[in-house]
């Protein structure tokens, strides 16, 4: 009886993975009282992004998820721990490795204007990167770019204009194809509809679900918006200064919260079936990352803090299947 096959390497794997803007004081620093100054934006994240999944991360401004998806996107390099692609530590591959794992993974950023070029026409902006690696030739070239402008939704005729000359819409349609025009395995989209009105925002989204379906992309989609998370994603993690605090598949964790912070977040989100309920926002301000409160990070906000949450980080563990949390009150010692 023959073995069954063994199943592929997650697309993309973050290990105890950190990262620390700053330096800390050396001794003789911490001798003439020199004060640390590092913020730890990301501490120690575990996360698994599977081929064809779209992950949302979700959090409060200031909880490290843009740093996180700048870590899984390459942009930036971890202080600590590893980032796993396709089972390899990214760090250890050969150049031509490199290369090719870092142009696999794209990135769509939040602000379309800025992002973009603006000294650059919409078709060098599009073209420009599929071009310098030797994807298209220069015979190639207008008949490419009109292809990614199009499936975008955007008039190949436009391609000679400037960004300035797009609305926000379309100019977040450029940024969706100059990504696409390098074919990833991957999108990290950073807050990339939150700077957008809401009637543009469907046509965004709608638009990222067509093309998840027709090029079977794996996402992680970073977003403050829970209600749009629950409607784009497969499986949810829940961010709370730095620290992943719950992840559990979007229909379980939206149906049965665990942590506090996730039962504080869905209780912000407007319902229609609950117009008359009185709003209650979380209590107390988000701490600062400089000077992170000791054990749980969520303790000096949370109605339900014990003793032992003041003292000590709880785990990340599964308390039922696909489902983990970080939760004292779980009981599971």
């Known amino acids: 009886m023959t073995a069954p096959p063994a199943a592929p390497p997650p697309l993309l794997q973050l290990e105890q993975v950190s990262k620390r803007f700053g330096t800390r004081p050396g001794l003789l620093g911490r001798l003439f009282g020199q004060k640390d100054d590092g913020v730890q934006a990301v501490n120690a994240v575990d996360l698994t992004i599977r081929t064809g999944e779209v992950v949302g991360l979700v959090g409060e401004s200031g909880c490290g998820k843009s740093t996180l998806g700048r870590l899984a996107a390459g942009l930036l390099t971890p202080t600590s721990g590893r980032v796993m692609w396709r089972g390899l530590d990214r760090d250890m591959l050969d150049a031509d490795e490199a290369r090719r794992a870092k142009l696999s993974v794209q990135m769509i950023f939040q602000d379309p204007q800025s992002s973009l070029n603006p000294r650059m026409k919409v078709a060098q902006i599009v073209g420009e990167a599929p071009r310098v690696h030797g994807l298209i030739g220069p015979e190639g070239f207008d008949a490419y770019v009109d292809a990614q402008l199009s499936r975008a939704g955007l008039d190949p005729a436009m391609k000679r204009r400037y960004p300035h000359q797009f609305s926000g819409g379309q100019r977040q349609r450029i940024g969706i194809a100059r990504a696409l025009a390098v074919q990833p395995d991957m999108l990290v989209c950073d807050e990339s509809v939150a700077a957008l009105d809401v009637s543009i925002q469907a046509q965004i989204i709608n638009l990222f679900l067509d093309l998840r379906t027709e090029l079977n992309l794996t996402c992680l989609f970073i977003s403050h918006d829970l209600g749009v998370v629950e409607h784009v994603s497969d499986r949810v993690a829940i961010m709370y200064l730095g620290r992943i605090v719950e992840e559990a598949p979007a229909e379980e964790l939206f149906a049965r919260p665990n942590h506090p912070y996730t039962h504080a977040l869905l209780a912000e989100v407007p319902r229609i079936t609950h117009r008359r309920r009185h709003f209650v926002p979380i209590q107390g301000e ?48």
């Not at 054990?295 to 489902?323: N, Q, S, T, W, Y």
């Open 286 to 333: 988000l701490p600062s990352p400089k000077h992170p409160p000791a054990g749980c990070h969520f303790h000096p906000r949370c109605i339900h803090a014990e003793l032992r949450c003041k003292m000590e980080a709880p785990v990340l563990r599964e308390i039922a299947p696909g489902h983990r949390s970080a939760c004292h009150l779980n009981k599971l010692d």
